[in-house]
């Protein structure tokens, strides 16, 4: 490519990036006034508000985070990491960590992170273990907190009853009926669906093909998973 082509890939991209921030400009301004609609104030005071309030939320839970990280750390005798975590996986954790709103997930979160800057946990931090726990809802991270208090060995081949969960859940048995187990409700049905989604868990199948949701078989991974957001001790 010669210096003239090279110039004007360069306008082109210049152009593009412009035409980029224009749109978010008129974008974010749009909302400014759908704001001050709402407030009967000017634009400038609807965009102030939303992002004083944006900023504050992240900020918020941004000091929970590393609070709750630096009590499980004493929790197990550490008053500090004794290793690091790769800018890679850092930057997606601690984005995603600060950004949940719920305090039982964000716990999650930090256990997470404890686990992988503890090297005596025995976890190894995975990139799908954040995108995993990006998507799951409190509901979702409750069922596979039950499903895997359950010995792995037992259920790996013999299933989990969840027809009576959030409440609780059992290991299966060879001569389970499918007549005589319960369905679970339509929520947590949809919430086993979208485990199954991620890889946690594996639901049934009828000859036909389609899902049983009355027993379901845990995964190495979702085992790993929920063990790497469980804390470790030294």
Known sequence: MDTEDQISETAKAVQEVAKTTVKAIDAGEKFGGFISRFISGPLEQGMGIFEDKLKYMRWERQVRLMQRADQLLKEIGLDKPTRTIPLKLAVPLLEAASLEDDDFLQDLWAQLLVNAVNCASGISLQRAYIAMLEQLTP??????????????????????????????????????????????????????????????????????????????????????????CTLKTR
Do not use: M
């Open 139 to 228: 509901l979702e991270a409750a069922l596979l907190e039950k499903i895997y208090s359950l010995p792995y060995s037992e259920t790996q081949h013999n299933g989990v009853v969840v027809g009576k969960l959030p409440q609780e859940a059992s290991i299966g048995k060879d001569d389970d009926k499918e007549d005589d187990l319960s369905d679970p409700s339509d929520d947590v049905k949809l919430a086993l669906a979208n485990l199954t989604r991620l890889g946690c868990i594996v639901i049934q199948k009828s000859w036909g093909g389609g899902e049983l949701f009355k027993k379901v078989n845990p995964t190495l991974l979702g085992r790993s998973f929920v063990e790497a």
